[in-house]
């Protein structure tokens, strides 16, 4: 009797191999999601001690941070499952800065107009849920919030070089100040159409509509007369943006495409114009970013060269598929059966780790391929939830069930406003003072170094 109780607390003991999903069951795919974002929380540094509320363990950038939460955010409305609300809200509040722009000091630095905008579609996203509301006196509206966001990231507009948009980098300082590219323009987009969406505010679909024609008179976004679209990375303004890097990377495709979906559901008067420009990226988006019906990163997945950042794309990528399909329903035709394949790939691939649920990057195998990470754990939630989207509400607005409290002039008088407004530029004697103080400190770790070592 006693080696039998023993045996079954062994069994009992042991982790769980796997995830067994049922694609048509809401408690399946939700007790899916539940493990994987325990994986989820294995490399987040703001339950640490001398961690950052709202930050993972190196390496994992700021933005992808943003990205992560999102997902989270997300799956707390579509499955209804509190555990990590208190982590999600701390997190948005702690990374929100001082002007709630979220322009962080820890990132002030460093930060791209990229980084920004997905911390902005993370914060639209909990308007738009209705995700609890600050409560903290000073604190302002999740949606003034994402206000702060597009204002500032509005104000760099750029008319100088390529005939506008913005630039990847803020800070002249920054290596890519010279790069324009895809991913901030299209945060922009989005974040623009989500806004006059939520608010009812045609100012803001007017400035949606500028960045969507930049988009397309520069090259990036290339609507094809067989009924598809490329989306490509960027260019550098130094040849006026002529000479494009065409890499396709599917959280490029993924936000252009979420913010058509949301232009077409705003302009319901008038879906026409905005139904072909939807139906093209679509097209795009299933015909370069599938394999057999699942989902891939085509640009590296199959040489395997994906780097930490772009293990995490499809995580974006699943979530604006699922958007997509909510605000313009007619898409689900083409879009679930492709994430249904997508979401059960995703499960077989979380079977490694100590814990027998660790998720992998490649979906088309049916087991675990050996890679893992944040990134990895990302993907697989969002492209297992994307199961949820057909069963929850599409995107609240303010005048139905949206009750997060908006300010238009939101951080237009910010630090970081005001920072970029004095116009800083580094000068070569800037540069050679800059040199001199690299050697120094430099020489000063290496003698400390040699000291170290004998």
């Known amino acids: 009797m006693l080696a039998q109780s023993f045996a079954l607390c062994a069994l009992l003991l042991q982790p769980i191999l796997g995830i067994d999903l049922d694609t048509s069951d809401s408690s399946s795919i939700c007790d899916a999601t539940s493990l994987i974002q325990g ?119 750029d008319s100088e070089h390529c005939g506008g948009g913005v630039r990847w980098q803020i800070f002249t300082w920054n290596s890519g100040y010279n790069y324009k590219n895809t991913v901030s323009n299209a945060c922009m987009f989005q974040l623009a159409a989500r806004l006059g969406r939520y608010t009812g505010n045609d100012t803001y679909l007017t400035k949606a509509e500028t960045v969507w024609d930049w988009l397309v008179d520069v090259g990036f976004v290339v609507l094809n007369e067989n009924g598809n679209a490329n989306v490509y990375d960027g260019a550098n303004i130094d040849d006026n943006c002529t000479d494009i890097v065409k890499n396709e990377w599917s959280y490029n495709q993924g936000i252009v495409l979420g913010g058509a979906a949301y232009m077409y559901n705003a302009t319901q008067n008038d879906t026409s114009v905005w139904k072909s420009r939807l139906d093209q990226i679509v097209g795009g988006s299933t015909e370069f970013f599938f394999k057999d019906k699942v989902m891939y990163e085509s640009t590296c997945q199959d040489s395997k060269t994906c780097n930490q950042d772009q293990r995490s794309f499809k995580s974006i990528f699943s979530r604006m598929l699922s958007l997509t399909r909510s605000l313009a329903p007619y898409t689900a035709e083409t879009i679930d059966p492709l994430m249904e394949a997508s979401a059960e790939g995703a499960a077989k691939s979380c079977t490694g780790g100590t814990d027998g649920h660790t998720c992998g990057l ?42 997060s409290v908006g300010d238009t002039e939101a951080a237009l008088n910010s630090t970081s406003t005001n920072v970029l407004q004095s116009d800083i530029k580094i000068t070569h004697k800037d540069k050679v003072g800059a040199s001199i103080i690299t050697a120094v400190i430099l020489a000063v770790l290496v003698g400390g170094s040699i000291w170290m070592i004998f």
Not at 385 to 394: I, V
Request: net charge negative.
């Open 362 to 403: 490649n979906w088309q195998l049916g087991y675990h391929d050996g890679y893992y990470g944040l990134g990895e754990q990302a993907c697989a939630l969002e492209g297992i939830q994307s199961l949820m989207y057909s069963k929850r509400p599409a995107p609240y607005t303010s005048d139905n069930g949206g009750s």
């Open 39 to 157: 994986g989820i929380m294995d490399y987040y540094a703001g339950t640490r001690i001398g961690g950052t509320v709202g930050m993972f363990q190196q390496p994992y950038y700021w933005w992808e941070a943003g990205e992560v939460f999102g997902g989270m955010l997300e799956n707390w409305f579509l499955c209804q499952n509190d555990t990590y609300h208190d982590i999600i809200y701390d997190a948005m509040i702690h990374q929100a800065g001082p002007d709630y722009d979220f322009m962080p000091s820890n990132q002030s630095m460093v930060e791209g107009n990229d980084d920004q905008g997905v911390w902005g579609l993370t914060v639209m996203s909990a308007a738009e849920r209705n995700f609890t509301n600050p409560t903290e006196d000073g604190v302002p509206g999740w949606l003034a919030m994402a206000q702060g966001v597009f204002n500032t990231m509005w104000m760099r507009w």
